[in-house]
């Protein structure tokens, strides 16, 4: 059985990460690792005195940057600002299953946070990447269908599960279409996505709303700490994996245990899809 712990992230000594989402959870908890095995940390995060308080925590070369992945100009601002390389950028931040509610430019804001966010961050920054970048998703993408008529839940009945599971599909589909496009250009960069299984973190936390406070009453009693949800991410960007590869937990049903390379949903094999999410999703963040 396949066995990674923290301790087994190598020195990072010289490398740069830029980590969104890294306030709380397993963002968190992957830059606290990153930072303390040497590499200098970028929390890039949407809440820079939580930011500031996150980094408070750990030991190493961290540095807070604001970014609203729900904003596309906060996007752009971001990335004009970082402006020297980046070895890893981990897409880490996400909403889950929130009221019907709407970004800076109009998107539903699971699919425009969770995806077309870290979409648009990750074709500014791409220029500036040497090594790799990690997609965070969900074993929840297995539901998930693209609805390319109805993309941002404009015409039909709302339903924000079905909402979060659209966009975590919409974040393995564009792994595998960046990889696509990676190779063909020569490019030394793999993308690679990760998920990290039933994690205890913020997501999973009701602040009012019904179907997340159901969500935590059913899964918490199951559900691993950020530390160990955290683990697969950091298998995906630090071992010598494939293009393309999805980490997730090697326990029953994936939902908790030693991260390892996991399988995906048949939807989210389907290249001709992934290059239409992509030209699409390339028209919505122009």
Do not use: C
Not at 66 to 74: C, F, K, R, T, V
Not at 105 to 112: A, N
Not at 170 to 189: D, H, I, K, M, Y
């Amino acid at each position: 059985m396949t066995t990674f712990t923290a301790s087994d992230v190598p020195s990072l000594t010289g490398r740069t990460f830029v980590v969104t989402g890294a306030n709380s959870g397993i963002g968190r908890a992957a830059a606290r690792v990153l930072a303390a095995k040497g590499a200098r940390v970028v929390l890039a995060v949407r809440d820079p005195g939580k930011g500031a308080a996150a980094a408070a925590t750990m030991t190493g070369e961290v540095e807070v940057r604001q970014l609203d992945l729900a904003d596309l100009a906060s996007v752009r601002e971001f990335a004009d600002d970082l402006t020297e390389p980046v070895d890893v950028l981990i897409n880490n931040a996400g909403v889950m299953v929130p009221p019907l509610t709407r970004t800076a430019d109009g998107f539903e804001l699971q699919f425009g946070t969770n995806h077309l966010g870290h979409f648009a961050l990750t074709n500014l920054l791409l220029p500036r990447i040497r090594r790799r970048v990690v997609t965070v998703s969900s074993n929840g993408h297995r539901s998930g269908e693209i609805d390319f008529g109805d993309l941002n839940w404009e015409r039909r009945a709302y339903r924000p599960m079905a909402a979060y599971a659209q966009s975590k599909l919409a974040n393995l589909l564009f792994t595998s279409e960046l990889q696509r496009r990676l190779t063909q250009a020569g490019s030394p960069v793999i993308a690679t996505a990760a998920h990290p299984g039933l994690a205890a973190t913020n997501l999973m936390r009701p602040e009012g709303r019904p179907l997340a406070r159901l969500a935590e009453k059913v899964m918490t009693p199951f559900a691993q700490s950020d530390d160990a949800g955290a683990l697969p991410t950091l298998f995906a960007a630090v071992r010598d994996v494939p293009g393309d590869s999805y980490a997730g937990p090697g326990g029953l049903l994936q939902g908790r245990g030693a991260p390892e390379l996991v399988g995906r949903s048949a939807k989210a094999r389907d290249t001709a899809v992934a290059r239409r999410l992509w030209d699409v999703s390339a028209e919505l963040t122009q």
